[in-house]
């Protein structure tokens, strides 16, 4: 028999342990993890690619300037373990608004003057990138 008791029971159970669920989800979201810093960065431009940065090896920070064949530019700065770009001369700056990247889950783009940056795990340097959109 389903007496108010058990269902308050029943209950209880449901939401202690989806608490735990979701207390398991955060604790493994905020883990490092082991790749972290294990990066090359690689930057094309019109689709050739012009530079592979291990960004694990970098121990100061530097800047790239690439020149477009019209007079547009790109200023990248490079540092320990991440790299953004931090002027441009595209009329929209979305490509400096992106800020530093870390990991490979987004590039960074500059449609304009036609710059990607693209990070990939440092032992899978070789591969082209996936799509290039102009």
């Known amino acids: 028999m389903n007496t108010p008791y058990h269902k308050s029971k029943k209950n209880a159970i449901i939401i202690a342990s989806l608490l735990f669920l979701l207390a398991l989800c955060s604790l493994i979201a905020?883990?490092?993890?082991?790749?972290s810093h294990t990066y090359t960065a690689q930057i094309y431009q019109s689709g050739q690619l012009l530079q592979s940065i291990p960004l694990y090896s970098v121990q100061e920070n530097y800047t790239i300037t690439l020149q477009g064949p019209k007079g547009e530019y790109n200023e990248i700065e490079v540092r320990p373990g991440s790299i953004g770009i931090v002027s441009a001369s595209c009329p929209d700056k979305l490509c400096v608004?992106?800020?530093?990247?870390?990991?490979?889950?987004?590039?960074?783009?500059?449609?304009?003057?036609?710059?990607?940056?693209?990070?990939?795990?440092?032992?899978?340097?070789?591969?082209?990138?996936?799509?290039?959109?102009?």
Do not use: W
Request: overall charge negative.
């Open 97 to 134: 608004g992106q800020g530093f990247i870390k990991d490979s889950m987004l590039p960074i783009t500059c449609l304009p003057n036609q710059v990607v940056i693209l990070l990939r795990p440092a032992d899978d340097t070789e591969a082209a990138p996936d799509v290039i959109t102009y």
């Open 30 to 35: 905020l883990l490092p993890h082991p790749n």
